[in-house]
């Protein structure tokens, strides 16, 4: 039976309902023997894409009073190219326990080492350690690099608004040495929010770039200081506004809170969400208490009950519980972490979970707290 569609094609419904024995047929009799050979293409990927890469710590510098750019080299190999705007994944042992955090790369990549630039966290295990205790010389196994907050020529506008707050900017540095070194080629206009004048990281060098490469443009925007030089308050609709609207992709990269500010505001702009790209970095926002509940995880092979804490990401009890959970972007963004919730209450920051996760009761741990003892499964 042929059924009519459009003008001039039709659809031949037998084949249509044949089509599924067929592939069937086709599966069955595919090759199954294991294959005993490497194709060139994947052996170059796994070249480009290491698991793990060593690094050493070549050179440590101070960037405001609680930031230090470390600069790390590649201990054998080359380190595998990036784009600006990427991330990598650091492992740090500190007491005995196994953390990973990301941190976005800030120089340029036409340079042979990476520089990932650190701003301390209160209570921060990892950025304490880092800050305080880490000296040149030392040795870090890292992963990546990773992520898709680049610029892209096809995608994206030729003029970039990147909407920066606090060390949001380390991504948006990356791009502004890139387009410097010539390789991104865009404009690149920087709102750069942040409370004090001295708590602005690259001040020097982003004022240096403006002046000498005519595709840089950095307004900065303090909120807790008057200072006729600068904006005061904070990143407005009226500032964005004032970049012609249809003329500019938009970079955001900061804290959760301030990505939700700037949200409304794209919002009351109709501004599509196809020229917003952003890069959001998690703080503890959610009014939780410092109580203690039992977290079960059920991996592969194991069931373990460890103590987690209300107003700690289940990933970070699973950390300190020496568990190896899967977690890559600890934001909620990437996706790797998901786990199943098999009993229990949580709550969560993440505001993108899909649908069907919701249904089937599927978690992101980097950003869910228990309200109550838990058993998730992990589905790595
Ligand atoms: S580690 Fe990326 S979503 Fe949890």
Redesign the pocket.
């Known amino acids: 039976m042929k059924l009519k569609i459009g003008l001039n094609k039709d659809l031949d419904m037998l084949k249509f309902k044949n089509l599924g024995l067929e592939r069937e047929k086709a599966i069955k009799n595919a090759f199954t023997d294991s294959i005993t050979f490497s194709y060139k293409a994947n052996e170059i990927a796994k070249e480009i894409h290491r698991e793990k890469i060593k690094v050493i710590i070549s050179k440590i510098k101070v960037e405001t009073m609680d930031t230090k750019t470390f600069v790390l080299k590649a201990k054998e190999k080359d380190l595998p190219i990036f784009k600006a705007g990427q991330y990598i994944v650091i492992d740090v042992m500190y007491n005995n326990r196994l953390y990973k955090r990301c941190y976005s790369i800030s120089s340029s990549p036409k340079q042979n080492t990476y520089e990932i630039t650190v701003k301390r966290v209160r209570n921060g295990i990892v950025s304490n350690y880092l800050l305080n205790e880490v000296k040149e010389g030392m040795e870090f196994t890292i992963h990546g690099p990773f992520g898709q907050f680049t610029y892209n020529e096809i995608r994206d506008k030729n003029n970039i608004l990147a909407l920066v707050g606090g060390s949001g900017i380390t991504p948006i540095m990356s791009l502004a040495r890139a387009i410097d070194d010539k390789v991104e080629d865009c404009n690149l206009t920087i709102l750069y929010g942040e409370n004090r004048e001295k708590d602005l990281i690259f001040k020097k060098e982003l004022d240096e770039l403006e002046k000498k490469n005519k595709k840089i443009k950095v307004v900065y925007v303090l909120s807790d200081e008057i200072n006729s030089i600068y904006e005061t308050g904070f990143i407005s609709k009226e500032l964005i506004e004032s970049y012609e609207i249809g003329q500019y992709s938009y970079f955001i990269c900061g804290p959760l809170h301030f990505y939700h500010h700037l949200n409304e505001i794209f919002k009351e702009l109709d501004i599509p969400n196809k020229y917003i790209r952003h890069d959001i970095y998690k703080e503890n926002e959610l009014e939780l208490r410092h109580v203690k509940h039992n977290l079960t995880v059920i991996t592969e092979d194991a069931k373990i009950t460890i103590p987690c804490f209300e107003d700690e990401p289940i990933?970070k009890a699973m950390e300190e519980g020496k568990i190896n959970a899967p977690?890559?972007?600890?934001?909620?963004?990437?996706?790797?972490?998901r786990s199943k919730l098999i009993d229990g209450k949580i709550k969560t920051e993440n505001q993108s979970v899909r649908q069907a996760d919701k249904k089937y009761n599927y978690i992101?741990?980097?950003?869910s707290y228990p309200l109550s003892d838990i058993t998730i499964k992990l589905c790595k």
């Open positions: 990933t977690r890559k972007c600890l934001v909620g963004v990437c996706g790797y972490c992101h741990p980097c950003v």
